[in-house]
């Protein structure tokens, strides 16, 4: 009933940024959280970020606090991470979701996914 389509991921080299989309449609998401995660092969699917569509309150993952920036624009129905500082380490595929849960900090906690976008930084 949900359908997320990410885009904006790229190459970019450390210290730099890039600026990812998702692009939600299906079903109002007034009672959703929408969320930002990422994974590396072998690894798991990790938190990133996420905001609530009812307040905007925002939760980010330690290692992203002051770097990345989650946001909406409620009219286009679009969730937005923005990633500045970029290091090596970010380097993954980057998912957007939606969950019912009003804290989602793990992908367990999410039960919409778009198809990923990937993320590739340089040194």
């Known amino acids: 009933q949900v359908q997320l389509v990410e885009s904006g991921g790229g190459l970019a080299q450390a210290g730099g940024s890039l600026r990812l989309s998702c692009a939600a449609s299906g079903r109002t998401f007034s009672s959703y959280t929408m969320g930002w995660l990422r994974q590396v092969p072998g690894k798991e699917r990790e938190f990133v970020a996420a905001?609530?569509?009812?307040?905007?309150?925002?939760y980010y993952k330690g290692s992203v606090k002051g770097r990345f920036t989650i946001s909406k624009d409620n009219a286009n129905n679009t969730v937005y991470l923005q990633l500045n500082s970029l290091k090596p380490e970010d380097t993954a595929v980057y998912y957007c979701?939606?969950?019912?849960?009003?804290?989602?900090?793990?992908?367990?906690?999410?039960?919409?996914w778009g198809q990923g976008t990937q993320v590739t930084i340089s040194s």
């Open positions: 979701a939606a969950s019912t849960w009003r804290r989602p900090i793990s992908a367990y906690e999410y039960a919409y």
């Open positions: 905001i609530r569509w009812s307040d905007s309150t925002t």
